[in-house]
């Protein structure tokens, strides 16, 4: 089963404590100092790391870049003017990416209960996803990060 790289301790704005570093297919051998310096929780239910990184990103957002393009009909030495946006899912408005966050998921959001259940058997993986969704996605919690991008809404991207 999957295994979750979590911080166990903060000393910065970029890190939070319960952020996911990193998703590990079961068996990795973590270091001394990984062991010693974050949490390591198994996620049972999902086959590979691969599917549980996919299942945590698709339960809360999605980046795109889109570009603003020149005049139509017209030559240009320009390049187009280029930005990242994000949207929760499943269909959120876009907004630009303006400061993103290092980690990206925060699994302290769940409950004890509710991550001791992740890492049993007695769960489906429906299950699993929607305790997924309840891990806080930190893009939202940058104020600059929510201004709304009405011409992208208005595209249905």
Not at 64 to 87: D, G, S, Y
Not at 91 to 109: Q, R
Not at 130 to 153: F, G, M, V, Y
Request: proline letters at 3%; one cysteine or more; a negative charge.
């Amino acid at each position: 089963m999957p295994q979750l790289l979590i911080i166990k301790d903060a000393n910065t704005v970029a890190k939070k404590v319960g952020d996911i570093i990193g998703v590990y297919e079961d068996g990795h051998r973590f270091s001394d100092t990984e062991q010693n310096y974050y949490h390591i929780e198994s996620v049972a239910g999902f086959k590979t790391a691969l599917e549980l990184k996919r299942a945590l990103r698709e339960s809360h957002y999605e980046i795109k870049q889109a570009n603003r393009l020149p005049v139509a009909n017209q030559w240009t030495f320009t390049r187009p003017e280029e930005k990242e946006f994000w949207r929760e899912l499943p269909d959120g408005k876009w907004c630009e990416l303006v400061d993103s966050p290092k980690y990206k998921i925060n699994y302290h959001a769940l409950t004890i209960e509710e991550r001791r259940q992740m890492a049993e058997e007695e769960l489906t993986l429906e299950q699993r996803v929607e305790l997924l969704k309840k891990c806080e996605n930190r893009i939202k919690t940058i104020s600059a990060n929510l201004t709304e991008q009405s011409e992208l809404n208005l595209a249905h991207i």
